[in-house]
């Protein structure tokens, strides 16, 4: 595997929203912990992470979660470290987690030049966006859950042409497609 990549993991409703309006909560998947290969793929992946990349609301979101669970994903987040990207102090409860508030894509190669793996990003939309327009992702994990959001906030904000690589459905209906710009080869 290429330790120079990130990889944006993000789910997304049916009819493509990244974030639901606001009133709709915000079911990350359908039935999740009742669908063991959804949870099991979920682990294997974010396994790969060398470092997790969040922004800062993500960020408090994952802290206040993740070091309380067991099993596969939780061990995953929560021995890989953690980068949250903050124009702002915030405090980092979560161990191993490192503060980064410079430009977003000398950050980003500050991480690729550290060797610290692969970089999986986890939105937020708004700061999902902002890796996308910046250019920095090299493979778009997206994770589609069986709802439609009739509205919300979208990934993607510019045309952006992808070329699908892989396809994983799971019993509940969330979809695992995995997508890389069409120049990657």
Same mark, same amino acid.
């Given at each position: 595997?290429?330790?120079?990549?990130?990889?944006?993991?993000?789910?997304?409703?049916?009819?493509?929203?990244?974030?639901?309006?606001?009133?709709?909560?915000?079911?990350?998947?359908?039935?999740?912990?009742?669908?063991?290969?959804?949870?099991?793929?979920?682990?294997?992946?974010?396994?790969?992470?060398? +470092?997790?990349?969040?922004?800062?609301?993500?960020?408090?979101?994952?802290?206040?979660?993740?070091?309380?669970?067991? &099993?596969?994903?939780?061990?995953?987040?929560?021995?890989?470290?953690?980068?949250?990207?903050?124009?702002?102090?915030?405090?980092?409860?979560?161990?191993?987690?490192?503060?980064?508030? &410079?430009?977003?894509?000398?950050?980003?190669?500050?991480?690729?030049?550290?060797?610290?793996?692969?970089?999986?990003?986890? &939105?937020? +939309?708004?700061?999902?966006?902002?890796? +996308?327009?910046? &250019?920095?992702?090299?493979?778009?994990?997206?994770?589609?859950?069986?709802?439609?959001?009739?509205?919300?906030?979208?990934?993607?904000?510019?045309? !952006?042409?992808?070329?699908?690589?892989?396809?994983?459905?799971?019993?509940?209906?969330?979809?695992?497609? !995995?997508?890389?710009?069409?120049?990657?080869?």
């Amino acid at each position: 595997m290429n330790t120079d990549l990130v990889i944006l993991r993000h789910g997304l409703s049916l009819d493509g929203y990244g974030a639901a309006p606001p009133g709709v909560p915000e079911d990350f998947f359908v039935e999740y912990d009742e669908d063991e290969e959804f949870v099991a793929h979920m682990g294997e992946f974010l396994g790969r992470a060398g +470092v997790h990349a969040m922004g800062s609301r993500t960020y408090r979101d994952m802290a206040g979660h993740w070091p309380y669970q067991s &099993g596969v994903e939780a061990d995953a987040m929560n021995t890989i470290p953690k980068v949250v990207f903050s124009s702002r102090p915030i405090e980092t409860p979560w161990e191993q987690t490192t503060v980064c508030s &410079g430009d977003l894509a000398t950050e980003f190669a500050g991480l690729k030049a550290k060797g610290v793996g692969p970089i999986m990003v986890h &939105g937020g +939309v708004r700061f999902a966006q902002s890796v +996308v327009r910046a &250019g920095l992702v090299d493979e778009f994990h997206l994770l589609i859950k069986p709802v439609a959001h009739g509205a919300g906030g979208p990934l993607f904000t510019e045309f !952006t042409k992808l070329k699908l690589v892989d396809v994983k459905s799971f019993p509940r209906g969330n979809l695992a497609l !995995t997508y890389v710009r069409p120049d990657a080869d």
